[in-house]
């Protein structure tokens, strides 16, 4: 059993951060299984070394340890390419020059109704679907070809196994949910070139052999693409672990800003590990 904990370095780990960490690294120990830390730093803007070695200090305070190097996902760029381009390769990936305002401008067309939202938002209308790759201009976003990738599924859809709490079991994913609630998502984006979360996440994961992957419920809904591109990349798809979420007195759920919740504040007032611990009800 591996799994991972995968912040991205854009901001100090709060109370939600250190339970996803401490739940994988007590999943992984139960199990005699590795837990691994990786950089999701892929947002060059936002992301920054002071927010690693931050995280890296809070973890290893709480008690966690993990192999070393730690995977960052800038330092391997060239793998997130040689991904994109076996899906452009088998013709399931086109360029797009579509800004945000001409996305919403096509929906707001009179024959639209509502737009949908999948787990990647606004569903993309598909103004550039069915441009060659030979057409890419500089700033181009690239989309999956939805209704293409799923061709290749077999006839009763994937699915994927759940061991999480709120959505325990086995859960079939659809050719048509793919295609009517989710759509031609972004695998690079425009103008940054920066490969998508959904992308990435899947390279890495195979690469790093994870075969658990422990985060959030409120990255279930993003489960059934990267189930599906894991498979059209020919990767083993790992098991799905998806928490409770950690939320604030008024029900929301905790956010970088959130900063009297932050590991680093707990520790400065002279708060243990264990205070962590039984604070986010392990
Ligand atoms: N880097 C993502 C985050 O901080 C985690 C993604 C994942 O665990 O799949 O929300």
Known sequence: MITRFAPSPTGPLHLGHAFSALTGFDRARAAGGTFLLRMEDIDRARSKPDWERLIVEDLHWLGLDWPTPVRRQSDHLDDFEAALARLADAGLVYPCSCTRGDIRAALSAPQEGAPMVGPDGILYPGTCRGRPMAS???GDALRLDMARAVEALPAGGLSFFESGPEQCGSHRVTAESLVEGTGDIVLERRQTGEVAYHLAVVVDDALQ????VVRGVDLFAATPVQVLLGTLLGHNI???HHHRLIRDER?????????ARSLRTYRAEGLTPSDIRAKVGL
């Not at 052999?209 to 658990?212: A, D, I, K, P, Q």
């Not at 029900?251 to 900063?259: E, I, N, Q, T």
Request: charged share 55%.
């Open 136 to 138: 890419r201009r500089e």
């Open 209 to 212: 052999g994870v075969t658990e």
């Open 238 to 240: 790992p098991q799905y």
């Open 251 to 259: 029900g929301r759920r905790l956010a970088k800003r959130d900063d």
